[in-house]
């Protein structure tokens, strides 16, 4: 027997032990053949001959369950080894896709501000007359229409100039308070180096009771914000004008070209435009029908705060499609 248990022991692959189990315990196995053996043992050694084989059979049986284990592991380890991917291997350059610098801008803009809890609206390209401009105290023949060089349709519809019609759709079917940002695209008439048909604005929006809002959460609002997509810089609040809102103001922040020192891009003054905002303007309420609120408002350009963080000088190469230029912002 003991040349079985050798065998057993030493059997180097799962097929060589699966021989050898056929030939230990199989119907014509060497166990079946000392079995048949003993029927011609003289009788009174067939018990001892019987139990000697038997305890032989589960000793054989653990040991082959044992070597099985051991190979079947050792058969599995290899197999990993060999289907292992090896990660320093060349391959050719794959066309990953990767998000378009002012989607990607806007993103950032929009986690600011929903995480700072204002909700997300949208509205509508086309819009009326009323939306885009009556109700944010834009009368017809208002001198200030001249700002936002508008397309029209026919009947007093148009492509919105900017998404504050989306404030005054809110407010119509919001009660106050509100906390809101829109962010969409935005159409005028313009092409140059810093201006493009169609680009894309965030407004942002905060009503909230009589007296509770003020310019000084405007401001604090605005710096945190600028801060947080420019990194260190100045921020700076100038006196400007917009019919929405009064008082309002233009915002600038120091240039991130040149730190403040004077550059072309700048025009060497060291300052950057990058928003508008200002305290809601009563008229813009009284359309709405709010009544004991007071409110915030501000606006941004999407495009040129992508512009700034990526340094790109030509606005109008953001929407050529060009793969060449793309591929820079993966
Ligand atoms: N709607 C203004 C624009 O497009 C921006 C703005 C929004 C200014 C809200 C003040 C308040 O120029």
Redesign the pocket.
Known sequence: MKEWYDAIKEAQSVEKLEEIRISVFGKKGVLAAEFAKMKSAPNDQKAQIAKDLNTHKSSLMNEFTARKITLQTLQLQEAMKAESIDVSLFTSKSQAGALHPVMETMDRIVEYFTAMNFAVKTGNMVEDDFNNFEALNLPKYHPARD??DTFYFKDEMLLR????PVQIRTMMNTKPPIRMIAPGA?FRRDYDLTHTPMFH?V?GLLVDDEGKVSFANLKYILEDFLKYMFGDIEVRFRPSF?P??EP?AEVDISCVFCKGEGCRVCSHTGWLEVL???IVDPNVFKAVKYKNVSGY???LGVERFAMLIHQIGDLRSLFEGDIKLLEQFQ
């Open positions: 700002m936002q100039t900017h998404t504050s935005v604005q407004e917009f929405f809102t309002s508008g905002c200002g408002a501000f606006g």
